[in-house]
């Protein structure tokens, strides 16, 4: 019996690159796509990797999901919440409704996802919640503040969640914290910037300008989501999963100076579960 993995955000990026690498290593992979004929037709060649429709916003579209993968496996060992998109505006720039629209998928699509996979990972003999949040989780940047809150909201949830799901549930859980990486989520950020008047000539702009520059002097050769995948495969055969994994060294490098005294986090968690539950 093959392991069985559920991806969220599977359409392109890291999502697609982890489904296809998991698919072609023996696992029965469960795909989320908001596209699912184009993707099963496009992918039909991984024989074991299923498209499925899946909007995290909605949690009856994750239920249908789970729902499929009881009928058909029963149990459910490693959920990857993976789906999400970058926002690059100030708080002072930023409409409410697309502050919300960020959080409806980057946070609340996670809880959704958590919630529902529950009762499936539960059947597993070793499960395991990973969820792609970002350094932009540990590190906040300027005119990022939309998207590093919700990341930061993510590392919270499972940094919190990981203090007795092990003891209590058995479920091991993962933080995974990219840098950059190359997927369309650059170009759904500047489309957003595109569609909504562009860089706007307001106060704002400076800061915009020295940013923009920067980025461009910056020279970032971004990892690629199949360097993701090779890491997100490895993540899953380590016997003990550690709670926070960069996915490369200039990741590692960009968050070092706040993390430098717990890495990984896990000193911490643990500390606080001996604190508080004595465990
Ligand atoms: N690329 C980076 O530099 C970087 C760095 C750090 C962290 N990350 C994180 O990595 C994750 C994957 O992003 P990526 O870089 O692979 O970008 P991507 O290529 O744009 O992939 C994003 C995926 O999420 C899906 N998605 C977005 N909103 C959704 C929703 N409401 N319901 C279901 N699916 C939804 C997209 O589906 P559609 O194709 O239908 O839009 C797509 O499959 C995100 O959580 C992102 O925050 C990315």
Same mark, same amino acid.
């Given at each position: 019996?093959?392991?069985?993995?559920?991806?969220?955000?599977?359409?392109?990026?890291?999502?697609?690159? +982890?489904?296809?690498?998991?698919?072609?290593?023996?696992?029965? @992979?469960?795909?989320?796509?908001?596209?699912?004929?184009?993707?099963?037709?496009?992918?039909?060649?991984?024989?074991?990797?299923?498209?499925?429709?899946?909007? @995290? +916003?909605?949690?009856?579209?994750?239920?249908?999901?789970?729902?499929?993968?009881?009928? /058909?496996?029963?149990?459910?060992?490693?959920?990857?919440?993976?789906?999400?998109?970058?926002?690059?505006?100030?708080?002072?720039?930023?409409?409410?409704?697309?502050?919300?629209?960020?959080?409806?998928?980057?946070?609340?699509?996670?809880?959704?996802?958590?919630?529902?996979?529950?009762?499936?990972?539960?059947?597993?003999?070793?499960?395991?919640?990973?969820?792609?949040?970002?350094?932009?989780?540990?590190?906040?940047?300027?005119?990022?503040?939309?998207?590093?809150?919700?990341?930061?909201?993510? /590392?919270?949830?499972?940094?919190?969640?990981? +203090?007795?799901?092990?003891?209590?549930?058995?479920?091991?859980? +993962?933080?995974?914290?990219?840098?950059?990486?190359?997927?369309?989520?650059?170009?759904?950020?500047?489309?957003?910037?595109?569609?909504?008047?562009?860089?706007?000539?307001?106060?704002?702009?400076?800061?915009?300008?020295?940013?923009?520059?920067?980025?461009?002097?910056?020279?970032?050769?971004?990892?690629?989501?199949?360097?993701?995948?090779?890491?997100?495969?490895?993540?899953?055969?380590?016997?003990?999963?550690?709670?926070?994994?960069?996915?490369?060294?200039?990741?590692?490098?960009?968050?070092?100076?706040?993390?430098?005294?717990?890495?990984?986090?896990?000193?911490?968690?643990?500390?606080?579960?001996?604190?508080?539950?004595?465990?």
């Amino acid at each position: 019996m093959s392991s069985v993995i559920c991806i969220t955000g599977a359409s392109s990026g890291i999502g697609l690159a +982890t489904a296809i690498k998991f698919a072609d290593n023996g696992w029965t @992979v469960y795909a989320g796509t908001r596209n699912v004929e184009r993707d099963q037709e496009l992918y039909a060649q991984h024989t074991k990797l299923h498209f499925l429709k899946l909007e @995290v +916003t909605q949690p009856e579209s994750l239920q249908a999901v789970f729902d499929r993968i009881e009928q /058909e496996q029963g149990h459910l060992d490693v959920l990857l919440c993976n789906a999400g998109f970058g926002f690059l505006r100030s708080l002072g720039q930023a409409t409410f409704e697309d502050i919300q629209r960020v959080f409806d998928t980057n946070v609340y699509g996670v809880m959704h996802s958590i919630r529902g996979a529950l009762p499936l990972l539960r059947k597993a003999a070793a499960p395991h919640i990973i969820a792609t949040s970002s350094v932009g989780g540990i590190v906040g940047q300027p005119l990022n503040e939309i998207y590093c809150s919700s990341k930061f909201a993510v /590392e919270g949830l499972l940094e919190s969640m990981a +203090t007795y799901y092990k003891p209590l549930l058995n479920i091991d859980i +993962t933080l995974l914290e990219p840098g950059a990486i190359g997927t369309h989520f650059n170009e759904t950020v500047f489309n957003h910037v595109a569609k909504t008047g562009g860089i706007l000539e307001d106060e704002y702009k400076p800061i915009i300008d020295s940013f923009i520059e920067s980025f461009s002097k910056r020279n970032t050769v971004p990892q690629t989501p199949e360097s993701v995948a090779d890491v997100v495969l490895q993540l899953v055969a380590m016997e003990t999963k550690p709670l926070r994994l960069r996915t490369s060294e200039a990741a590692e490098a960009f968050v070092s100076t706040k993390v430098s005294n717990d890495p990984t986090g896990l000193e911490s968690m643990l500390k606080v579960r001996k604190l508080q539950l004595n465990l």
